[in-house]
């Protein structure tokens, strides 16, 4: 049976397994000598511990993946991964353009603002959609428009003046969740770095990123693991995104026995 990412990879745990560990484990009780009952009573509480363990460890396995949401290739339709450098650029609701048209100085601003819906008002070429494109395709719309009807072959810039600032939160297996600004271009792992990574019981597997789009709630599945190898793009994340960090059961019991467990150790018998 597979259960989770577990403690630094894939765990692969039985019943098996538990069991073997359960009789070969802390055999002092079975000892004499001037501590004999001493190192009886840690072995038998021993034994007890690594049962409970191994029913969390088991109890764990099931039940620790959302399978409605959508991961692998169908989570980067609803996050995509920055590609060609187009998104670190791209316009967003709330930045400042200048755009420039060259011997119009009637058509020349430097105060270009992007509304709440990604749009911008320009004389003659009038109301256009903005907000996610680059300034390279908004520049050629506006070209297209003027040449229509107004300005023969139009020579158009369009530059980000200043960028809207915007916020991300970041929650769960966190060292340190809360809500962060956005830079233009933020990925899932610059993301969780804001955050300053994610904790030791962190399920890596189970990173989810909720997003609004076009008044609809939205969520994707990521494996970080993959991602920081290379095996799986970094997904883009958006300001207004929500980022949460699952929880490991395998990790958080792993750990909390590792915590909890006295130096029994110290009084083990070797065969």
């Known amino acids: 049976m597979r259960c989770g990412d577990g403690m630094g990879g894939s765990d692969r745990m039985n019943a098996e397994d538990l069991l073997a560990i359960r009789n070969t484990s802390f055999r002092t009780d079975q000892r004499t000598g001037p501590y004999g009952r ?22 764990g396995c099931y039940g620790t993946h959302n399978s409605a949401l959508p991961h692998g290739p169908a989570a980067y339709q609803v996050a995509p991964s920055v590609e060609d450098g187009q998104a670190r650029s791209a316009v967003q609701a709330g930045d400042r353009l200048a755009v420039r048209v060259l011997g119009e100085p009637d058509l020349t601003s ?18 256009m959609q903005a907000g996610g494109l680059t300034p390279e395709v908004v520049r050629d719309e506006i070209a297209r428009r003027l040449s229509a009807r ?3 072959n139009p020579q158009v810039a369009v530059t980000i003046i200043e960028h ?10 966190v060292q340190q969740a809360g809500l962060f600004e956005a830079p233009p271009g933020l990925t899932l792992l610059g993301a969780l770095a804001l955050a300053h990574s994610t904790t030791r019981d962190a399920a890596l597997d189970e990173v989810v990123i ?15 693991a993959e991602i920081r190898v290379g095996k799986a793009a970094d997904p883009q994340v958006l300001a207004g995104d929500v980022v949460v960090v699952g929880r490991s059961a395998i990790k958080s019991v792993w750990h909390d026995f590792l915590q909890a467990a006295p130096a029994f150790s110290v009084y083990y018998w070797l065969k």
């Open 150 to 152: 107004y300005v023969r």
């Open 110 to 127: 430097d105060q270009v603002w992007v509304d709440g819906n990604g749009r911008i008002q320009l004389p003659l070429a009038g109301e």
């Open 210 to 224: 909720f997003r609004t789009v076009e008044g609809r709630r939205m969520a994707a599945r990521f494996n970080i």
């Open 38 to 59: 001493h190192c009886g009573w840690h072995a038998r509480w021993a034994r007890s511990a690594v049962g409970l363990l191994g029913l969390s460890l088991l109890s």
């Open 164 to 173: 809207a600032k915007q916020a991300i939160t970041v929650e769960g297996e």
